[in-house]
């Protein structure tokens, strides 16, 4: 029942509440007792086999994750040894001191049995800067205040779906869960300097929650984006673990104890949510107060009268209890979730799984008929990250250790962002830069349909309530072309006047593929003052018209600088704009637009911050066939491999760009010799072939720390074999 007691209030604790969806961390959830458990077998000085294979699978699982749990196997390991040295002679230092070289030893080989994935992902987070410490993150600043921690060791504690953004450790494990763990601090059967220890362990985490400093160590150096406190869920295993020490003492509970700790949660509970209590919350608050005692009157019953209620009966109620706190405590924070991210993670999953997603998975199939290598996007995604849930490649997608100068170069050619984790590439895109990366299908709804002008539109499908068009782009390049530019350095700061520059560089064609267009600009409720407009009467809103002189059936793309614009109206429709980066850039198309309306928020919008360019697919045409000139084409044998052949037929061409993000990690072979590649274009892959004539390619992706890392897992794996062996002996 103890057994049962502990691994329900695990299973069902705030941080599984919170994060059931984020698999990824689950891992580190479920091997953390059993980390603990071989480091109390290590103090026991018994064999270490337990907590060097479930440390080192930590690793492997989730190297993030079990940095936490590296630094918390020190912490509980010093903990647990404290607690067991009696006194500082010579044979116990001497025993200690052997226990504590094993845990050494046994930590070293966990970390050395998982070098074969460790070392390539420290390398690459060193290589994309995304393991660089920032030293803002260790500013002494408070994340919230002190007394704030308090109110997370009760139920129903998220407050909403901005929790998932900036709330509070999620550290509840069950009101009968917290009030064991006190009663622990009570038990007189426990040695004071365990209870300082304890306590020590405990102030230790509230300090790394509440101070800015300390709880950047716990995440690498760095500031969580999103989800906060992802450790939290080893303070919910800490408070388990001394209320399990006391279950496994309670006949040692004094009725004293039963009054003192029901008074000091009472006084508390009112303390911390004296004037915070919503009318859910109070209800909440009532049951767990009475929770508390009933838990407190039945440990008061059997600390009088032991023979009245067994103790197989007091673990059965407590269970009971607390299996009911914790149901309620999940579907009360499953409803306030339910308002914002879990519910659009819950419908996503429901479309995906049921009808959408196959839908949409059925879309993709039909297009991968087509079995050369090209990229999708979608404009009608279900989540930034379908391109991965249904296996076909894209430009867009969400990840959080997204190389810097990628997400830049991506930036600056006119995409939509909303932080540096994700790229929103397909709604702020032109032809000529979904061509350029071989963005050969888009997927888009109807609405939409202006931006696919100039596409071959294939079919239109049902997805749930709303129609989605698979468009074929024509100009779309292979993922390896030819260029007459072996550097491809970009000027331009504006992202229509980069794309011009980059294709010019790579054909060799001194042609424009977007032109400016004139416009007349009409002024309503603002005034010339010189360097800006200012809005003339202060009650009204200020508007600027431009209405657009084009001619063709191009598209047309505006381009606007300026931090006041607060809404964009083109032809009477609100446009969707990227209010984020607004003071950089922003891009949408227009086609034959008569008119567009920028309303400003503020009392001035600045001159010379807005410009407008026809996309001339004639000319974009030009250029993809001059760079076609010589054949290529490239195929995939797996993620890290590809083949493919380079036919060059033109004398000016330098070789080959790979529209791949540049790793020095590829070994790239021409004609079979080794060739060194280079950066082009901030970002991309640049192959030096000049010869006329037909060329083989093959490129071989080698992790850096790859091989090293697998000769020291195999170095670690045969010490540890030798090591049982010799045990064994």
Same mark, same amino acid.
């Given at each position: ?70 630094? &918390? ?363 350029? &990366? ?292």
């Amino acid at each position: 029942r103890l057994s049962l007691f502990c691994a329900i209030s695990f299973a069902l604790c705030g941080f599984v509440v919170v994060y059931f969806w984020s698999v990824m961390w689950l891992d580190g959830v479920v091997v953390l007792p059993l980390i603990c458990l071989g480091i109390k077998k290590n103090i026991d000085n018994k064999r270490p086999w337990v907590y060097i294979i479930s440390l080192s699978y930590a690793i492997i699982a989730n190297y993030y994750i079990a940095f936490m749990l590296c630094i &918390f196997s020190v912490v509980f390991f010093l903990y647990e040894l404290m607690i067991v040295i009696k006194k500082f002679d010579f044979e116990n230092i001497k025993l200690r001191i052997s226990t504590l070289t094993t845990y050494v030893m046994s930590s070293v080989l966990s970390v050395g049995l998982a070098a074969f994935v460790l070392l390539p992902i420290i390398f690459d987070l060193s290589a994309q800067g995304s393991g660089r410490i920032n030293i803002l993150n260790f500013a002494p600043k408070m994340n919230f205040p002190l007394i704030d921690i308090f109110k997370q060791l009760t139920g129903g504690a998220v407050s909403g779906s901005h929790y998932l953004i900036s709330g509070l450790p999620n550290i509840f494990i069950g009101t009968v869960g917290i009030i064991l763990s006190i009663f622990y601090f009570y038990n007189k059967k426990v040695s004071l300097k365990e209870k300082v220890l304890s306590g020590l362990v405990l102030g230790v985490f509230f300090i790394s929650f509440n101070v800015r400093s300390f709880n950047a160590i716990w995440h690498g150096g760095t500031t969580e984006a999103w989800f906060p406190f992802r450790y939290a869920f080893i303070v919910s295993f800490f408070l388990l673990y001394l209320a399990a020490k006391l279950l496994k003492h309670i006949d040692d509970v004094k009725k004293e104890s039963c009054i003192k700790v029901f008074l000091v949660y009472v006084i508390a509970v009112f303390l911390v949510f004296r004037d915070q209590l919503s009318t859910t919350k109070t209800v909440v608050t009532y049951v767990e107060i009475f929770l508390v005692l009933l838990v407190s009157y039945l440990l008061y019953i059997k600390s009088s009268r032991s023979n009245v209620l067994q103790k197989n009966v007091l673990l059965t109620v407590l269970l009971l209890l607390q299996l009911g706190d914790l149901t309620m405590n999940t579907i009360l924070s499953i409803r306030k979730l339910s308002s914002g991210e879990l519910r659009n993670f819950a419908s996503y999953s429901m479309q995906r799984d049921i009808s959408g997603g196959e839908e949409l998975r059925k879309i993709v199939n039909k297009i991968k008929s087509d079995d050369s290598l090209y990229r999708i996007d979608n404009e009608a995604f279900f989540t930034p990250n379908d391109a991965s849930e249904f296996n076909y490649a894209s430009v867009s997608g969400f990840n959080s250790s997204i190389r810097k100068d990628v997400w830049e170069f991506f930036k600056n050619l006119g995409g939509y962002f909303v932080d540096t984790s994700i790229i929103l590439y397909l709604g702020d895109s032109t032809i000529a830069s979904d061509s350029l &990366f071989g963005v050969k299908y888009l997927f888009g709804v109807p609405k939409s349909a202006e931006h696919f002008a100039g596409l071959e539109k294939l079919n239109n499908e049902k997805i749930l309530d709303f129609s989605v068009n698979t468009y074929k782009n024509p100009y779309a390049l292979p993922l390896i072309f030819a260029t007459k530019d072996d550097e491809i350095k970009i000027d331009s700061s504006l992202p229509i006047l980069r794309q011009n520059e980059i294709y010019k560089k790579i054909s060799g064609l001194d042609k424009d593929i977007f032109k400016e267009i004139s416009y007349d600009e009409i002024l309503e409720n603002l005034k010339d003052v010189g360097d800006y407009y200012e809005r003339v009467d202060k009650t009204k809103p200020a508007r600027i018209k431009y209405v657009i002189k084009n001619t063709t059936d191009n598209q047309v793309y505006v381009y606007h600088f300026s931090p006041n614009i607060k809404d964009i109206d083109i032809n009477n429709e609100r446009a969707r704009f990227n209010r984020s980066l607004v003071a950089d850039f922003d891009l949408f198309p227009v086609s034959k637009t008569k008119n567009i309306l920028l309303t400003t928020s503020g009392d001035k919008i600045y001159k010379n911050k807005v410009a407008f360019y026809t996309e001339d697919l004639n000319v974009l045409k030009e250029h993809i066939e001059e760079i076609k000139k010589s054949n290529t084409w490239l195929k995939k044998i797996s993620s890290s491999h590809f083949i493919g052949e380079v036919e060059i037929k033109d004398g000016g061409v330098k070789g080959v760009i790979l529209t791949m993000p540049y790793d020095k990690n590829w070994k790239v072979m021409v004609d079979g010799k080794m060739v060194s590649t280079k950066k082009v274009m901030e970002i991309l892959q640049f192959i030096p072939i000049e010869q006329n004539g037909k060329h083989k390619v093959e490129m071989i992706y080698v992790p850096k720390g790859k091989t090293i890392g697998a000769a020291i897992s195999v170095i670690s794996l045969l010490i540890l074999l030798t090591w049982i062996f010799i045990c064994r002996r």
